[in-house]
């Protein structure tokens, strides 16, 4: 089983639809989670953090976690084509160690 | 503020050779930790240095090796390079007294390719 879990996708949305990207984690110990999005030859932007159960709101961004479940989510409202990318998930586990564990992530496709 | 810059962008090696990567953390950053992502694949962690040591250390084989400097600038380097070690390598920095709620920022990457 790996350690964080992205269904790799195309996801395709229209413009203007919610897209929503879904991860799982096997490490119970894991305290803080991240979005990141990446465009294709480039590197991982961070896009939003989580670090409690709930939501977190950034503009038109919404990232979902429950620890019970070992799922984060993360919403995107009001979907641009500018917004097609992989959108990588990555958790921590914040015992001394602050490495990331990345998801293989999940291509996001906005259709114009 | 400069954010994480990491060079070359890109090279070429030939198998057998050695390379050293570069990167200088964010301004205010003190925490290195460099990755390998394969196309296709999320960044595999390979170690982070902090105070000009190794932290931490991912599930890779010791032709990987790295250094900090008192600038908290780090070097990567990786001997006897394999044609699988080509991939884009990742340099992130954060800040280590941040507790635990500190985020890590990528800089642009440097593209490896191993002939």
């Known amino acids: 089983q790996k350690e964080v879990e992205q269904n790799s996708g195309p996801l395709s949305v229209p413009e203007g639809a919610i897209a929503s990207l879904n991860c799982t984690y096997s490490?119970?110990?894991?305290?803080?989670f991240f979005w990141y999005r990446q465009y294709s030859g480039k590197s991982p932007e961070l896009i939003m953090s989580?670090?409690?159960?709930g939501d977190k709101e950034d503009g038109r961004f919404t990232a979902q976690l429950n620890k019970a479940s070992q799922y984060v989510s993360l919403l995107i409202r009001d979907s641009q084509p500018s917004d097609s990318a992989t959108y990588l998930c990555?958790?921590?586990?914040?015992?001394?160690?602050?490495?990331?564990?990345f998801g293989s992530g999940t291509r996001l496709q906005v259709q114009p | 503020d400069a954010g994480v810059t990491q060079s070359p962008t890109h090279l070429i090696k030939t198998r057998g050779q050695q390379v050293t990567l570069r990167c200088s953390p964010k301004?205010?950053?003190?925490?290195v930790s460099w990755y390998q992502q394969a196309l296709g694949q999320g960044p595999q962690f390979i170690f982070q240095?902090?105070?000009?040591?190794?932290?931490q250390r991912g599930n890779f084989p010791d032709r990987f090796s790295g250094h900090q400097f008192p600038n908290y600038s780090s070097e990567l380097n990786v001997n006897a390079l394999l044609l699988g070690d080509s991939a884009l390598y990742l340099c992130?920095?954060?800040?280590?007294?941040?507790?635990?709620?500190?985020?890590?920022?990528f800089g642009q990457g440097t593209r490896l390719t191993v002939v």
């Open positions: 992130a920095s954060s800040l280590q007294g941040a507790g635990a709620n500190t985020e890590a920022f």
């Open positions: 490490d119970r110990g894991s305290q803080s």
């Open positions: 989580i670090y409690s159960n």
């Open positions: 990555a958790v921590r586990v914040d015992t001394g160690r602050r490495a990331l564990t």
């Open positions: 301004s205010g950053h003190d925490t």
């Open positions: 240095y902090y105070e000009e040591e190794e932290r």
